[in-house]
């Protein structure tokens, strides 16, 4: 059986034909569902180059083939080539493949009215939510309540309708967007780390005698990330003579007005934006220079970059968006979009060595539920309960542990 897959990456093809993405899963990732599909198919949007993007990575490959939708980036451009991107989505799968919709998705969705209308089955996996990324404050646009509304309802509506459920987080998706009574589910995050990205024991952390370095991991396409509401509070830090310098990983549109912002603040000899980093290894150099990580984010999933940082034994200090209250305790957990908050915390963390090494010791041991080790047995019980809820045509009747 082959199992198709909707996902909203953004992909490049080269004239040879091979597939390849600058950020999410390479062709290793995509292998796991080998082990219960005979074959592999990514319906997403792809981009045709002369030559692949520096430090791009194969997504296709042996089992694996990639459904190209044509490319579009924004609203406007989708709406150019609605027809084109809808007739691609109907003619990415045939009758008895297995679906799994990655959701929300522009996409997904319309894969899933489709399935509807012919009344095949579908699954889907909930990797983010939309009632927080179309929240006050988070996106601009003109539309943003009638596009929460709409979103949200959509995949309530999904999530009801699918044969099986997987969710990124623990608890906080599967109370918002619950499943049928009859279908199956599993809390099981898309975020899964090699051994490489773990350190082999915790930090020790002494009393500073010089500045402390803190680090942001994420995208600067939106400001969802908070990365405004953390150069607010280095403003605070500063004024009050706290010795913090700050880096962020991440590139995106508003790079230049968070730049803007920094030399207002007057921050530019505080913080400096690196853009994105070629390979895993780079990150975590820079995660094993700095002395906290911070995640000031105003809507997430199960953010992945808070994760690895733990993986590292680093830190951390976040709001209490999305999933994040999953993975920190409140004591490291401040409200977004307020910089003052932001301030003390940090402030607080950074000058308590105590803390930190006892921080440290649980972050990392916290990291390892994310390990290849831990996941993998959850992640193969949920495929095999899509294959045969896919056969049957029918809800599993059995909840999965």
């Known amino acids: ?12 093809r080269t004239p040879d034909g091979q597939v390849w993405t600058s950020a999410g899963p390479d062709y290793s990732g995509w292998t796991r569902y080998l082990a219960h599909f005979d074959r592999v198919r990514i319906a997403a949007r792809v981009l045709d180059v002369a030559t692949a993007p520096v430090g791009a990575v194969r997504v296709d490959g042996p089992g694996v083939e990639v459904w190209p939708v044509p490319y579009y980036h924004g ?7 609605t027809l084109a991107v809808r007739r691609a989505m109907a003619a990415s799968t045939d009758d008895g493949d297995a679906v799994i919709l990655r959701v929300p998705s522009v996409l997904g969705t319309l894969l899933a009215n489709r399935l509807d209308r012919l009344r095949r089955p579908y699954a889907v996996e909930v990797i983010g939510d939309p009632y927080d990324v179309f929240a006050p404050g988070v996106v601009q646009h003109p539309l943003r309540p009638v596009l929460r509304h709409w979103f949200t309802s959509r995949l309530r509506r999904q999530c009801r309708a699918a044969i099986a459920v997987g969710y990124e987080t623990e608890r906080h998706l599967q109370a918002r967007y619950p499943a049928s009574v009859s279908a199956p589910t599993a809390g099981v995050s898309c975020v899964e780390l090699p ?3 773990y350190v082999p024991q915790p930090r020790t952390v002494e009393r500073a005698r010089g500045a402390r370095t803190i680090i942001s991991v994420g995208s600067l396409d939106q400001l969802y990330k908070g990365v405004d509401t953390l150069l607010a509070a280095l403003a605070q830090l500063a004024g009050t003579g706290s010795p913090v310098r700050a880096v962020h990983v991440g590139v995106g549109r508003f790079r230049g007005h968070l730049e803007q912002m920094t030399a207002s603040l007057g921050l530019t000899d505080r913080v400096t934006f690196l853009g994105w980093l070629p390979s895993a290894d780079a990150l975590r150099a820079q995660l094993d220079a700095a002395d906290l990580f911070v995640m000031p984010s105003r809507t997430e999933g199960l953010p992945r970059a808070l994760i690895e940082a733990m993986a590292r034994a680093l830190p951390a200090i976040a709001t209490t968006a999305g999933g994040i209250p999953e993975l920190l305790p409140a004591t490291d957990l401040v409200p977004p979009d307020d910089p003052a908050a932001l301030a003390i915390a940090i402030h607080q963390m950074l000058t308590d060595p105590i803390r930190m090494t006892t921080t440290s010791q649980r972050n990392l041991h916290r990291a390892h539920d994310f390990s290849t080790h831990t996941l993998t047995p959850r992640r193969d019980t949920f495929y095999r309960a899509v294959r045969d809820a896919t056969e049957h045509r029918q809800p599993v009747r059995s909840q999965v542990p």
């Open 1 to 12: 059986m082959r199992v198709v897959v909707t996902v909203e990456s953004r992909y490049t």
């Open 75 to 81: 609203p406007r451009e989708y709406l150019l080539r």
């Open 195 to 197: 051994p490489a990205a």
